[in-house]
């Protein structure tokens, strides 16, 4: 009952009531657009919030207390890919190159659902480190560079120049503007500390919420585009896109608590591990594995686990902290 209360709590936040808003008026057919200037701007603000936030944070914490669950959220970013895969080609028998597409974008994570899991976490007096966004910039990229390879392993043909894939599909997994501006934002945030802090808050801090309300109601459209797609996808692929995120989530929840963080903060590490990329991970793939369908990759990421994450799988993940420290 207990969680079904959080989970009723977390359907009527404000982030989540402007994503069900979205849905709707794609649903109806709505004119509503966001013009593509203002998507990519609050995309910008988000980020470098986030970043800088977490950067922040990291000053004052100093990196003795967050080495060790940094390098457990790289560690299991470069592996989500490695378990995800064989059971998207072998299980959803799923052409190799789309297996590995899909694979990356479970690997990577979601900035948003990151952001409302803090959000749901304050809602509910659930204290975590501030310095978990170091954890959304480094998890980022490893999953991507994972599944490119993994793509690009099963697809070469002969004559194939295998190191220019690799150095292209590393440039974008490391240099594309998502992972540039949040590692950016991480290193400004952790040279200016609180001082620097104090300066931006009326920017980065008042702001925030809605402007996260404004981009959750263009997910909600996008979203709610793509169901119409679920009918291409398959009842395998909207299975795994609920599955792999309970089964993710609480892998992250469990070695967050090994490494030694709070029950928020092994909450956060869970709901990334959970969340699908549909950011950085799309423009990636889309560069180093053109033959891949967006179709399967993008509606798995944003119509299925997208919003399955942010109504029932941020409450999922604190039940499983509570449970485990309990």
Known sequence: MELFETIRANLLSPAVLFFALGVFAALVKSDLKFPEPLYTGLTIYLLVAIGFKGGVAISAAGLEEIWLPGLAAVVLGALIPLWTYPVLKFGGKLPSVDAAAIAAHYGSVSAVTFIAATNYLQ????????YSSAFLAIMESPAILVGIVLGKL???RQGDNMLSAMKSAAHEALLGRSVVLLVGALLVG????????????????SPFQGVLALFLLEMGIVAGRRFEDLKKVGGFLVGFGILAPLVNGAVGVLLGQATGLSIGGATLLGILAASSSYI??????????PDANPTLYLTASLAITFPFNITIGIPYCLAVAQYLYS
């Open 123 to 130: 809602a509910v007096d659930q204290p975590f480190e501030d």
């Open 154 to 156: 099963a697809t070469r």
């Open 190 to 205: 952790s040279a200016c500390g609180e001082a620097g802090m104090e300066k931006v808050a009326p920017f980065f801090v």
């Open 280 to 289: 950085a991970a799309p423009a990636a793939i889309r560069l180093s594995l």
